[in-house]
C-alpha cells in the first residue's frame, strides 16, 4: 500500500509506517472485516452461479419467453405489429387456438407453423413424428392417453366434428400445456372456420428481458382484453428465491462487518492513545491538526481496505474452486458468475466504512493539548 498511500504526501506515509508498525495488532483488526467480506464474496458468487444454472435449466423446459393471449377475441395485425417493433423483440408467432372435446373430454387444440413454433418452444416429439402432421392427422398430448395409430375424435362448440390419425405424441412441458394438440391448418378450419390468430408467443433477445417486459407491459396496458404471459415465470420465482436467501445470508453477514468496524474504531483508538507523545511533537513541527487528522483516516482506510480486498480475494477464490467441484462431482455445467456489481458494491462499501471508522480516532488524535501530548509517557 505504500506506493499508493505515499501519493496523498507526508501523512500518507506515516499512515503506512503506522499500520506496519504493529503487523499482529494490524492483521487481527482487518482479519474481523476479512472474514464477513470473504463470506459475503463466497455466498454471492456461488449462489449467484447455481441460480443462473438452475434458471437456465428451466428455461430450457419453458423456452418461449412470452405467450399473448387476447380473451374473447383475435389479435390483429396492427396489434401483432405493435408488438413485433418493441425493441428487444426477435420473434412473434401467432397461432389459432380453440377449445374442443377430444374423445369426449375437454381438450385444447391449435394450428400454426410447426417449424417456427419448435424453435420458439419447448414442444418435442416423444413419440412419431411433427412432420407427418398433414391434414387428417394430429399430434396429440403424451398424457392424452392416446398412441401412434390411434383415432382422435375432436368436437368443437359449434357441433362440427373431425376424426384425425395420431401420427405424433407431445412430451410434456408448460408451453405444451398452452398449444394443446397439434392439427393440420385444414383440419382446423373444419373445426372452428377460417379465423384469425388469438394466441402468439413472443421471442426476445437475449439479456434484453426486463427492458422489453416493460414496453411490452406499456402496450398492452390499454387492452384488458390482453393477458401477457411471462414464458419464465417458474425461473423467475426460483430466482427470486435464491435472491432472498443469498441477500438473507448476506445481512446476516453484515453484521459480523459492523463488529469489524468497532474493532477498528478500537484499534486506532488504542493506537492513538498509545502514541500520544508522537503525535503531540508531530503537531510541535508543524504539521497541522486537519493533517494529523487525515493520516489516522488513511491509517483506518488502508486497514480497511487490506481486510476488504483480501476477503474478496479469497472470496472469489472459494466460489470459483466450489462450482469447479461441483461441475466435477456432479458433471454439471455451471458458468462462474462473479457477481461483478455485487463485489464493487461491497469494495466501495469497505472503503466507506473504512472513513466511518475513522471519524471518532482522528477526532481523538487532536482533542488533547499540544503540551500535554508532548508530556504524555
Same mark, same amino acid.
Given at each position: 500500500?505504500?506506493?499508493?498511500?505515499?501519493?496523498?504526501?507526508?501523512?500518507?506515509?506515516?499512515?503506512?509506517?503506522?499500520?506496519?508498525?504493529?503487523?499482529?495488532?494490524?492483521?487481527?483488526?482487518?482479519?474481523?472485516?476479512?472474514?464477513?467480506?470473504?463470506?459475503?464474496?463466497?455466498?454471492?458468487?456461488?449462489?449467484?452461479?447455481?441460480?443462473?444454472?438452475?434458471?437456465?435449466?428451466?428455461?430450457?423446459?419453458?423456452?418461449?419467453?412470452?405467450?399473448?393471449?387476447?380473451?374473447?377475441?383475435?389479435?390483429?395485425?396492427?396489434?401483432?405489429?405493435?408488438?413485433?417493433?418493441?425493441?428487444?423483440?426477435?420473434?412473434?408467432?401467432?397461432?389459432?387456438?380453440?377449445?374442443?372435446?377430444?374423445?369426449?373430454?375437454?381438450?385444447?387444440?391449435?394450428?400454426?407453423?410447426?417449424?417456427?413454433?419448435?424453435?420458439?418452444?419447448?414442444?418435442?416429439?416423444?413419440?412419431?413424428?411433427?412432420?407427418?402432421?398433414?391434414?387428417?392427422?394430429?399430434?396429440?398430448?403424451?398424457?392424452?392417453?392416446?398412441?401412434?395409430?390411434?383415432?382422435?375424435?375432436?368436437?368443437?362448440?359449434?357441433?362440427?366434428?373431425?376424426?384425425?390419425?395420431?401420427?405424433?405424441?407431445?412430451?410434456?412441458?408448460?408451453?405444451?400445456?398452452?398449444?394443446?394438440?397439434?392439427?393440420?391448418?385444414?383440419?382446423?378450419?373444419?373445426?372452428?372456420?377460417?379465423?384469425?390468430?388469438?394466441?402468439?408467443?413472443?421471442?426476445?433477445?437475449?439479456?434484453?428481458?426486463?427492458?422489453?417486459?416493460?414496453?411490452?407491459?406499456?402496450?398492452?396496458?390499454?387492452?384488458?382484453?390482453?393477458?401477457?404471459?411471462?414464458?419464465?415465470?417458474?425461473?423467475?420465482?426460483?430466482?427470486?428465491?435464491?435472491?432472498? @436467501?443469498?441477500? %438473507?445470508?448476506?445481512? =446476516?453477514?453484515?453484521?459480523? $462487518? !459492523?463488529?469489524? +468496524?468497532? &474493532?477498528?474504531?478500537?484499534? #486506532?483508538?488504542?493506537?492513538?492513545?498509545?502514541?500520544?507523545?508522537?503525535?503531540?511533537?508531530?503537531?510541535?513541527?508543524?504539521?497541522?491538526?486537519?493533517?494529523?487528522?487525515?493520516?489516522?483516516?488513511?491509517?483506518?482506510?488502508?486497514?480497511?481496505?487490506?481486510?476488504?480486498?483480501?476477503?474478496?480475494?479469497?472470496?472469489?477464490?472459494?466460489?470459483?474452486?466450489?462450482?469447479?467441484?461441483?461441475?466435477?462431482?456432479?458433471?454439471?455445467?455451471?458458468? @462462474?458468475?462473479? %457477481?461483478?456489481?455485487? =463485489?464493487?458494491?461491497?469494495? $466501495? !462499501?469497505?472503503? +466507506?466504512? &473504512?472513513?466511518?471508522?475513522? #471519524?471518532?480516532?482522528?477526532?481523538?488524535?487532536?482533542?488533547?493539548?499540544?503540551?500535554?501530548?508532548?508530556?504524555?509517557?
Amino acid at each position: 500500500a505504500r506506493p499508493l498511500a505515499s501519493k496523498l504526501g507526508l501523512e500518507g506515509r506515516l499512515a503506512t509506517d503506522n499500520i506496519a508498525r504493529n503487523p499482529q495488532r494490524t492483521a487481527t483488526t482487518a482479519n474481523a472485516l476479512l472474514i464477513g467480506v470473504f463470506l459475503v464474496t463466497f455466498v454471492s458468487v456461488a449462489g449467484e452461479s447455481a441460480k443462473d444454472w438452475v434458471v437456465d435449466q428451466i428455461q430450457e423446459i419453458e423456452s418461449a419467453d412470452y405467450l399473448l393471449a387476447r380473451t374473447g377475441g383475435t389479435l390483429d395485425d396492427d396489434l401483432l405489429a405493435t408488438v413485433n417493433g418493441v425493441d428487444g423483440v426477435e420473434t412473434v408467432e401467432s397461432f389459432r387456438r380453440e377449445t374442443v372435446t377430444l374423445n369426449a373430454a375437454p381438450a385444447l387444440v391449435s394450428t400454426a407453423n410447426t417449424e417456427t413454433l419448435l424453435a420458439l418452444t419447448d414442444l418435442e416429439a416423444s413419440a412419431g413424428s411433427l412432420d407427418d402432421l398433414e391434414p387428417g392427422t394430429i399430434a396429440a398430448i403424451s398424457s392424452s392417453g392416446l398412441d401412434i395409430g390411434d383415432t382422435a375424435s375432436l368436437e368443437a362448440a359449434t357441433g362440427a366434428e373431425v376424426e384425425l390419425t395420431v401420427v405424433a405424441l407431445l412430451a410434456e412441458g408448460l408451453d405444451v400445456t398452452q398449444v394443446g394438440a397439434l392439427i393440420h391448418q385444414q383440419d382446423f378450419d373444419r373445426l372452428a372456420g377460417d379465423t384469425a390468430p388469438t394466441v402468439a408467443f413472443i421471442d426476445v433477445a437475449t439479456g434484453a428481458r426486463t427492458e422489453t417486459q416493460d414496453q411490452l407491459d406499456e402496450a398492452t396496458a390499454n387492452r384488458p382484453d390482453l393477458e401477457l404471459i411471462d414464458g419464465n415465470a417458474l425461473g423467475k420465482l426460483i430466482g427470486s428465491i435464491f435472491d432472498f @436467501l443469498i441477500n %438473507a445470508v448476506n445481512g =446476516l453477514l453484515g453484521m459480523s $462487518v !459492523a463488529v469489524a +468496524v468497532i &474493532g477498528i474504531i478500537n484499534t #486506532l483508538t488504542l493506537s492513538i492513545f498509545e502514541r500520544r507523545r508522537e503525535l503531540g511533537l508531530l503537531r510541535v513541527v508543524g504539521m497541522t491538526d486537519r493533517r494529523v487528522q487525515r493520516m489516522v483516516r488513511v491509517e483506518s482506510v488502508l486497514i480497511s481496505v487490506l481486510g476488504t480486498l483480501t476477503g474478496v480475494a479469497l472470496g472469489l477464490l472459494a466460489g470459483a474452486t466450489t462450482i469447479a467441484a461441483i461441475n466435477r462431482l456432479f458433471d454439471t455445467s455451471i458458468a @462462474l458468475n462473479l %457477481a461483478s456489481g455485487r =463485489l464493487i458494491l461491497v469494495i $466501495v !462499501a469497505g472503503v +466507506v466504512l &473504512g472513513v466511518a471508522a475513522s #471519524l471518532i480516532p482522528a477526532r481523538r488524535s487532536t482533542n488533547l493539548d499540544v503540551l500535554d501530548a508532548i508530556q504524555a509517557s
